[in-house]
C-alpha cells in the first residue's frame, strides 16, 4: 500500500525527461486533481461570485447541474477569483537556483511549479502573469486571461535564463509598480537571505489586499550536504570561495539552514504570507496537493 | 663511522618534497559548487589538522626513505679493528726443470743452490719444492723435515717441456689468495727470455710473496739445434721421398757442422751444413730408401754442443702401398666414381687408390681392407648393405656420403639418420673455416654453384664443416662408434652441381680423403706436450696402449680403457695403439724456443722481484692490528627496500579511501 502511495505521485526525474512544459504542468496538474476527489472549487479563487450561463466551449464540469435540474439550463458556477483576481507568479532566476544535487536542479523544479500554477490558474480563468527576476526584473508577462496567455506564459517560463544573484529589494521595488491590479502572488525562491529581509522586502505587496505565498525550493543537498573530507565550496552567485569540513558540515551547517528555514516560515506566518516548503526530490503533484489541501483547510 | 661519498648526503634536502607536499603546499581540492555560502564558516585548520593526523605515517615514511637513500648513496662505512693472527711464513723452493735446464751444468748449478737455500731454514721454518716448467709441480707438502725437501731437490731432473714464468706466477698468486700464509719464495732459473709472458702484468706477485731470483745461466750460452724437420709421415714411392730441415745457432759463430739422416739408428745419409753466426742453414735429403713399415727417423747434428738433446730431431716415417677407398654408387650411376676417381689420380702421391663398386657388392667385399668408403647419393640402401657399412664404420671405418636427388627423398640421411628438410634451391658455397682439418688446404670454393642441395637438419653433436650461401649445411661431420662420417649435401657427380668440374674438387677430395683415412692424426712430429686421441667414444670398452720412449707401458690398466686422450711430455717415440685397433707411430720434440737461451735481463729481473712483497719473508710478529673500514650500503639499501615497502602498502590505503570518498 505504502508503495502504491508512493508511486502515484511522480517523480520530479520523471518530469525532468518530458521536453514540453505545457505537458509538464498539465502531467502535474492533472496529476494531484485525479489524487484528489475531482473538484472544480480547487483552486487558487475558491470564493463563489455567480452563475453565467454556458456556452460551447465551456468545460463541463464547472457547470452547476443543480441548477440545471431545476431550471433545465446550463449554468456554470463562477467564483470571486474569475473575475477580479490575479495570479502572478514570480520565478527567482538568480543563479543559486541553478544548483542541483538530483536529476532536477532547483531552476527546473521553480519552473515546472510555476508552471503548474499558471496552467492550473488557466483552468480557472484566473487573469495569470508571470515575472521572471535575479537581480533585476528579467521578464514581465502583465497578467491576463486572454486566449494565447497560458502559452505565453509557459514560454516565458521555459525561456528564463539564470542570472547572477538574487536581491529582492530591487525588483520588488519595481514589482510593487507592476503588480497595481489586486490579486494573488506567487513567489517561487530558494530564499538565500536574511528572513527578516526577505519578509521586509516581500509584505508591501499584500498591503492592497493582495494575497502574497512564497513557495521554498531546496536542494537535498543543501539542506544535508554530505562530506567525507574537507571540501572547497565555491558560492555560485559571489564566486567566493570556502574551505570547510565534514564535522561542520554534519553538525552546525544543519542547525543553521533548518533554523533559517523555520525563521522564514515563522516571519511569514507572523506577516500573513503563505509559506510552503519544497524540496526538489519530492513529487510535484504531491506537493502541490499538500499545499492546496492545507490552502482549503485555512480557508 | 664515515661516507666513501659524502657529497650524496645533499640528497638529504630531498626530505623537502614530502614535508612541502603533505604539510606546506595549498591543499588544492576540486572546487565544489555551491548555492550560497551563507551558512558556512571556514573551517581550514581543522581540515589541515584532519590531513595531518591522517598522513602522519605515510610523511614519515617519505621522508626516510629518501633520508636512508642519500644515506646509502653516499656510502656510509665504519671502521672496525680487527686483531688478525699472524699469517704462517712458507719458504717455497722452486726450481726450473725446462728443457734448457738440460744445458751444461745448469741443472747442477740450480741444485746446488737449490740445496743452499734449503740450509739456511731454520728448524721451524715450513718448506715446500715446486718444480717449474710448463706446468707447476709440488714435489713436497710443506715440510718442517729439511732432509725431505733437501732429498725433493736432489731428484728434480731436467725434463723435455717449455718453460713458463707466467703460469708459475699465476699458480703462486692462486696460493696467495686461498692461504692465510706468507711465502718466501726462491726461483732458480736459467732465465730464459723466451719464457717469459707476453705482459709483464702477468709477473705480479701476490700482496703475501716475497720472491727471489737465482739465475744460474750466462746471459750468451751459444747453442745449436735441430730447428725443424719438413717431410711426409707417409711414403709410397721411395723414389719421391724428401726432407728439409734447419739447422739454427744461437749466440754462435759461423760453423760448419755434419747433419745425418738416421732410420732406425742406421745413418742413410749425412750432408755437412754451413751455419752462420747466429743464422739459420737448410739441409735437404732426396730419395733416401725407406723400407716398408714405420721407422724411427732422427736428424743428428754432430758434433753434439751443450745441450745435446736438441740437437737431434726426431721423427716417424711409414712406407706402405697406398690404401684403397671403396666408391659404392648408385646402378647405373658411376659418374660419380669417375670425377671422383679421377681426382684422387690427379693429384700426386696421394696414397689412396680409388676402387669403384656398385653399392650392392657392399656385402660381399671386405671393407676392412679400405681406408674408408665413399658412398655417392646412396638412395634408399638394401638393410644388409646398411648394416655392413654401419658395422665397418663403428668399428673405426669412415665413409664420405655424398646426398643426391635419390637421398634427398628418402626423408633422411642414409646410414646417418639426419633429418632431410627438403631440396635447397641454386646458390654457391659460404666461405668456411681454411683451418678445419677435414678441409686444410682445400682452398674455398669459389664459383662453385649447387643447384640442388639437400637441405639437412643436423643432429645434436653432429658439427657443421661448411656452409652453403644460405647457411645451410654443405659438409658436415659425424662420429659413429668409433668412426667418423663425412656428410657432403650434394652428389659427387655433375647432377646437382658443376662442383666436378671445378679446380676446387681436386684438393677437396684429396684432403677429405685424407682426413677419413687418419693420414691427418699421424704427423711424423709433435711438440712435447701435445695430446693425442686414444678413442672417439667414452662408453668403447677397448684397450688402448701408449708405450714411451724409454719402452714402458704409460697407461695403467684403468687409464687403457678409459682414457680419452694422452699427453706426450718427453723427448722421443711413442708408440700407440687406439681404440679402433689403428697403431701410430708418435715422435715428439722439445718445444724448439727452449734452444734459444738468452736471458731475461738483469734490470728486468729486478722489477719482478720487486713486484712481490719482500716483509713477506720477515720473520713473523706477533698478533696484528688492523684497522678495515667495512661498508654499511647493503644494509643501508635494506632499509630503503623495507621503508619502499612500507610507503607503498600505506599509500595505497589511502589512495583507497581517498577514491571511495571521492
Not at chain 1, 194 to 221: M, S
Not at chain 1, 241 to 263: C, L
Not at chain 2, 7 to 14: D, E, P, R, S, V
Not at chain 2, 388 to 394: F, P, Q
Request: aromatic share 10%; glycine share 6%; hydrophobic share 40%.
Amino acid at each position: 500500500m505504502q508503495l502504491e502511495a508512493t508511486n502515484r505521485f511522480l517523480d520530479p526525474a520523471v518530469l525532468a525527461g518530458i521536453s514540453s512544459l505545457d505537458l509538464v504542468a498539465k502531467t502535474v496538474v492533472d496529476g494531484f486533481l485525479a489524487g484528489l476527489h475531482r473538484s472544480p472549487d480547487f483552486g487558487f479563487s475558491q470564493e463563489f461570485a455567480e452563475y453565467r450561463a454556458y456556452s460551447p466551449g465551456d468545460d463541463l464540469r464547472q457547470v452547476d447541474w443543480n441548477v440545471f435540474a431545476r431550471t433545465e439550463r446550463p449554468y456554470l458556477k463562477r467564483y470571486r477569483g474569475e473575475t477580479n483576481t490575479a495570479v502572478m507568479v514570480l520565478l527567482d532566476a538568480s543563479a543559486s537556483m541553478g544548483f542541483g544535487s538530483t536529476a532536477v536542479k532547483k531552476f527546473d523544479y521553480a519552473r515546472y511549479l510555476a508552471a503548474a500554477l499558471v496552467y492550473m490558474a488557466h483552468l480557472q480563468r484566473d487573469s495569470t502573469g508571470l515575472i521572471v527576476f535575479h537581480d533585476d526584473v528579467a521578464k514581465v508577462l502583465q497578467p491576463s486571461a486572454r486566449q494565447g496567455q497560458l502559452m505565453r506564459l509557459l514560454h516565458g517560463i521555459n525561456e528564463a535564463q539564470l542570472g547572477k544573484r538574487t536581491d529582492f529589494k530591487r525588483p520588488f521595488f519595481d514589482l510593487q509598480r507592476i503588480l497595481k491590479r489586486r490579486g494573488i502572488t506567487v513567489l517561487i525562491s530558494d530564499f538565500f537571505e536574511a528572513p527578516e529581509t526577505i519578509v521586509k522586502t516581500v509584505e508591501p505587496l499584500r498591503f492592497r489586499g493582495n494575497e502574497l505565498i512564497l513557495f521554498h525550493i531546496l536542494d537535498p543537498a543543501e539542506l544535508a550536504p554530505k562530506l567525507s573530507s574537507p571540501a572547497l565550496f565555491v558560492d555560485m552567485e559571489t564566486d567566493d570561495a570556502i574551505e570547510t569540513s565534514p564535522d561542520y558540515v554534519g553538525g552546525d551547517y544543519r542547525h543553521k539552514i533548518e533554523a533559517h528555514i523555520e525563521d522564514l516560515r515563522s516571519k511569514a506566518e507572523a506577516a500573513g504570507i503563505d509559506y510552503f516548503f519544497l524540496r526538489t526530490d519530492r513529487p510535484l503533484d504531491e506537493g502541490l496537493r499538500e499545499y492546496f489541501t492545507i490552502r482549503r483547510g485555512r480557508l | 663511522m664515515g661516507f666513501l661519498s659524502p657529497w650524496f648526503l645533499a640528497g638529504i634536502a630531498a626530505v623537502g618534497i614530502p614535508l612541502w607536499l603533505h604539510l606546506l603546499r595549498q591543499y588544492k581540492r576540486t572546487p565544489q559548487p555551491f548555492s550560497s555560502l551563507m551558512f558556512f564558516e571556514r573551517r581550514v585548520q581543522s581540515s589541515v589538522r584532519h590531513r595531518r593526523l591522517k598522513y602522519l605515517l605515510l610523511l614519515a615514511l617519505r621522508c626516510t626513505f629518501l633520508a636512508l637513500l642519500a644515506l646509502a648513496f653516499a656510502n656510509p662505512f665504519v671502521n672496525r679493528t680487527s686483531t688478525s693472527a699472524p699469517r704462517r711464513k712458507l719458504t717455497i723452493i722452486a726450481v726450473d726443470r725446462s728443457f734448457s735446464m738440460r744445458y751444461g751444468d745448469h741443472m747442477q748449478k740450480a741444485k746446488l743452490r737449490a740445496q743452499e737455500v734449503a740450509s739456511g731454514l731454520k728448524s721451524r721454518d715450513m718448506a715446500q719444492v715446486f718444480a717449474v716448467d710448463s706446468h707447476v709441480e709440488a714435489l713436497t707438502p710443506p715440510e718442517f723435515n729439511k732432509g725431505v725437501i733437501e732429498a725433493a731437490i736432489e731428484a728434480i731432473q731436467p725434463g723435455d717441456q717449455a718453460s713458463s714464468f707466467g703460469e708459475f706466477v699465476r699458480a703462486l698468486r692462486v696460493m696467495d689468495q686461498e692461504n692465510n700464509t706468507r711465502f718466501d719464495v726462491h726461483f732458480i732459473s736459467d732465465m730464459q727470455q723466451s719464457s717469459m709472458p707476453p705482459g709483464f702484468r702477468d709477473l705480479q706477485m701476490g700482496p703475501h710473496t716475497a720472491l727471489t731470483l737465482y739465475p744460474v745461466a750466462s746471459s750468451n750460452a751459444p747453442n745449436w739445434a735441430v730447428e725443424s724437420v719438413n717431410t711426409s709421415a707417409h711414403v709410397y714411392d721411395p723414389n719421391r721421398t724428401r726432407l728439409t730441415a734447419t739447422i739454427a745457432g744461437w749466440q754462435t759463430e759461423a760453423a760448419t757442422r755434419k747433419v745425418s739422416l738416421m732410420l732406425d739408428s742406421k745413418a742413410v745419409a749425412s750432408k755437412d751444413v754451413t751455419i752462420p753466426a747466429n743464422g739459420r742453414a737448410q739441409v735437404e735429403f732426396l730419395s733416401f730408401e725407406v723400407p716398408y713399415g714405420a721407422h724411427r727417423g732422427e736428424l743428428r747434428l754432430e758434433p753434439p754442443d751443450q745441450l745435446p738433446n736438441d740437437d737431434i730431431f726426431r721423427f716417424s716415417v711409414e712406407r706402405s702401398d697406398p690404401k684403397k677407398v671403396l666408391f659404392l654408387y648408385s646402378a647405373g650411376r658411376a659418374q660419380g666414381s669417375f670425377y671422383y676417381k679421377a681426382a684422387m689420380e690427379s693429384s700426386s702421391d696421394t696414397g689412396l687408390l680409388v676402387q669403384p663398386a656398385p653399392i650392392e657388392q657392399a656385402t660381399t667385399i671386405d671393407l676392412t681392407k679400405f681406408a674408408f668408403v665413399v658412398l655417392d647419393d646412396p638412395g634408399e640402401m638394401d638393410s644388409a648393405a646398411a648394416q655392413a657399412v654401419c658395422n665397418y664404420i663403428s668399428r673405426g671405418g669412415a665413409a664420405l656420403i655424398a646426398l643426391g636427388r635419390d637421398s634427398g627423398r628418402l626423408g633422411k640421411v642414409p646410414l646417418a639418420g639426419d633429418r632431410v628438410a627438403g631440396k635447397l634451391e641454386a646458390q654457391g658455397a659460404a666461405r668456411f673455416d681454411p683451418g678445419e682439418p677435414a678441409l686444410r688446404g682445400a682452398g674455398q670454393f669459389d664459383n662453385v654453384q649447387f643447384s640442388q642441395a639437400v637441405s639437412v637438419l643436423p643432429k645434436s653433436g653432429v658439427r657443421v664443416i661448411a656452409r652453403l650461401a644460405d647457411g645451410s649445411p654443405l659438409l658436415l661431420e659425424e662420429h659413429m662408434g668409433e668412426g667418423r662420417v663425412l656428410i657432403f649435401t650434394s652428389a659427387l657427380d655433375t647432377s646437382t652441381s658443376d662442383f666436378p668440374l671445378h679446380s676446387s674438387f681436386v684438393p677437396f677430395v684429396v684432403q677429405t680423403g685424407h682426413y677419413l683415412a687418419g693420414f691427418e692424426e699421424n704427423p711424423p712430429s709433435v711438440v712435447t706436450g701435445t695430446t693425442i686421441a686414444l678413442r672417439r667414444a667414452r662408453d668403447q670398452g677397448t684397450a688402448a696402449d701408449v708405450i714411451g720412449p724409454d719402452g714402458r707401458h704409460e697407461l695403467a690398466l684403468n687409464e687403457a680403457s678409459k682414457a680419452m686422450n694422452f699427453a706426450l711430455l718427453r723427448d722421443g717415440f711413442y708408440e700407440v695403439q687406439r681404440a679402433d685397433r689403428r697403431r701410430l707411430l708418435v715422435a715428439a720434440h722439445a718445444d724448439r724456443r727452449e734452444s734459444d737461451l738468452r736471458t731475461v735481463p738483469p734490470e728486468t729481473l729486478v722489477l719482478w722481484r720487486n713486484t712481490g712483497n719482500e716483509s713477506a719473508a720477515a720473520e713473523s710478529v706477533g698478533e696484528q692490528k688492523q684497522t678495515r673500514p667495512r661498508s654499511l650500503w647493503r644494509y643501508v639499501m635494506l632499509l630503503v627496500l623495507a621503508a619502499a615497502i612500507a610507503e607503498s602498502l600505506f599509500a595505497r590505503r589511502y589512495l583507497k579511501e581517498e577514491r571511495q570518498t571521492a
